[in-house]
């Protein structure tokens, strides 16, 4: 990570530590007051854009929990199909086996 990068994360940090909302001027500033030099104005108008609208606090607390996986449809909604299910099932299964049949071919993504 470069210097300007590192430098544009703290001054972010020292914002949401703060309860302020992150700018790009507000980055600046903060920058600008810890005498780094060469800091283009791309860095900050990226990680301001980035973190609009975000807390920076709940992001840091959920850095490692990833995200909700999405539900399981039910068999309920199977059931509530009718008989059509079955039919549905056959031709996936099918489908599959056509997408299965290129790797056949001896054609891989490491070969």
Request: glycine residues 10%.
């Amino acid at each position: 990570m470069s210097t300007s990068e590192l430098a544009t994360s703290y001054a972010a940090l020292i914002l949401a530590d703060d309860g302020v909302d992150i700018t790009a001027d507000k980055l600046q500033t903060l920058i600008k007051a810890a005498k780094v030099e060469d800091v283009e104005p791309i860095w900050t108008s990226l990680f301001a854009k980035a973190l609009e609208g975000k807390d920076v606090k709940d992001l840091l607390l959920n850095v490692g929990s990833g995200g909700g996986a999405a539900a399981a449809p039910s068999g309920g909604a199977a059931a509530a199909a009718g008989g059509d299910a079955p039919a549905e099932d056959k031709k996936e299964e099918k489908e599959e086996e056509k997408e299965e049949s290129d790797e056949d071919m001896g054609f891989g993504l490491f070969d």
